[in-house]
């Protein structure tokens, strides 16, 4: 719930309105995990709160820590007995969470693991919410960036993704400025344009993939309802509404997306918007198949790019050790949770 909707809430119990504020407080930014805690609150609200509501905390259920310690993957328990991954990552700059938005994906990307069981259920905005809390507990370490990109794809699940990030954002949340999340889209244009217009301020990134829309179909298939013509203006239309760079992920792919004509035909896709192109050599899913072009390729793509006067940053490979770099993450099945996916 947000602030406005506790607010509702304690209002039909005829509680005064501040008291909302300090239960977001406990909830959100303390994270309590028992009423009983809640020590500013009277008992008898407590006692009541404890029979009407329950506070549902994701359950460790699997901890792997990379061995340079930059990247530690987790495997957390949801209430129903789901499991969703989620990722930190220790950075020079801070710590950034990268966070699941459901559980599994119906997008089918062809080089994705989140997507191959499909999708099993959308996460709430708590549950989004609380793999940043978790982690905290679990590592004694507070985020200062967050990444939308871990199983899911966001605008599939944007309601609750908005309660989360006004949540997280808020002086009675963590207070983490929407410029420090970025959220990750294989490209929903109507959200994308909902996004826009609600003014956040978060970073877009958008996975592209492929230069055209042939290749895109077969990579990216939402790309057949929402094609490159219709998924540039919105990025442009987003970038200009919100200032904000916009980012186009790249999973290099050897033989399939990494030639040279590729490269300048993705120069002249983006010609003039404000954004630019992460390159990320593409991580090993054994079920794909596919496999990442060598260091000299990706060199080659690159500098192609910036020719046309594209900015490129090429994504440093974290957790591939662990399964938790870009798109080995999987949903876990709920009595044998920990399986792979059949
Ligand atoms: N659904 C959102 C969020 C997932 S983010 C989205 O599609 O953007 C995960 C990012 O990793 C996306 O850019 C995704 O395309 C990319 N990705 C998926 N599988 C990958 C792989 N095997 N190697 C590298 N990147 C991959």
């Known amino acids: 719930m947000t602030l406005a909707g506790i607010e509702e809430l304690v209002g039909s119990w005829g509680w005064p309105r501040y008291r909302a ?28 709160l404890n029979e009407r509501a329950v ?14 310690g930059e990247t530690v993957k987790f495997l957390f328990g949801l209430a129903d007995g789901q499991g969703v991954e989620t990722v930190l990552l220790r950075h020079d700059y801070g710590r950034s969470v990268c966070l699941s938005t459901q559980v599994g994906c119906r997008m089918g990307c062809a080089f994705c693991a989140s997507t191959l069981g499909g999708r099993v259920r959308d996460l709430t905005a708590g549950e989004i919410y609380d793999q940043v809390l978790a982690v905290r507990r679990c590592e004694g370490e507070q985020a200062t960036h967050i990444v939308l990109m871990g199983i899911g794809e966001p605008l599939d699940n944007l309601a609750a993704v908005l309660v989360f990030l006004e949540n997280v954002s808020a002086p009675y949340g963590l207070g983490i400025s929407p410029r420090r999340i970025t959220l990750s889209t294989c490209g929903l244009v109507p959200r994308i344009r909902d996004l826009a217009s609600y003014r956040l301020g978060l970073t877009l990134a958008v996975s592209l993939h492929a230069p055209n829309n042939e290749l895109r179909d077969r990579l990216v ?12 203006p919105a990025c442009r239309d987003y970038a200009r509404a919100t200032g904000r760079r916009v980012t186009f992920e790249y999973a290099l792919i050897k033989g399939v997306n990494d030639s040279d ?18 390159l990320i050599p593409v ?60």
């Open 21 to 48: 504020r300090q239960l977001a407080v406990w909830l959100w930014q303390k994270g309590a995990l028992s009423f009983q805690e809640m020590t500013d609150l009277p008992l008898a609200a407590r006692q009541m």
């Open 55 to 68: 506070i549902t905390r994701l359950e460790l259920l699997e901890r792997l820590a990379a061995p340079d």
């Open 221 to 232: 298939p939402i790309n057949r309802w929402y094609p490159l013509e219709e998924l540039i």
């Open 261 to 278: 004509g590729h490269a300048l035909q993705l120069g002249a896709l983006l010609k003039g918007i404000l954004g630019h192109v992460n």
């Open 283 to 342: 991580n090993d899913v054994p079920e794909r198949g596919f496999t990442a072009p060598g260091a000299e390729r990706v060199n080659a793509f690159r500098r192609i790019l910036e020719r046309q006067g594209m900015a490129v940053t090429v994504r440093r490979e974290m957790g591939a050790a662990i399964g938790a770099a870009c798109g080995q993450l999987r949903r876990r099945r709920g009595p044998g949770r920990g399986e792979e996916p059949a």
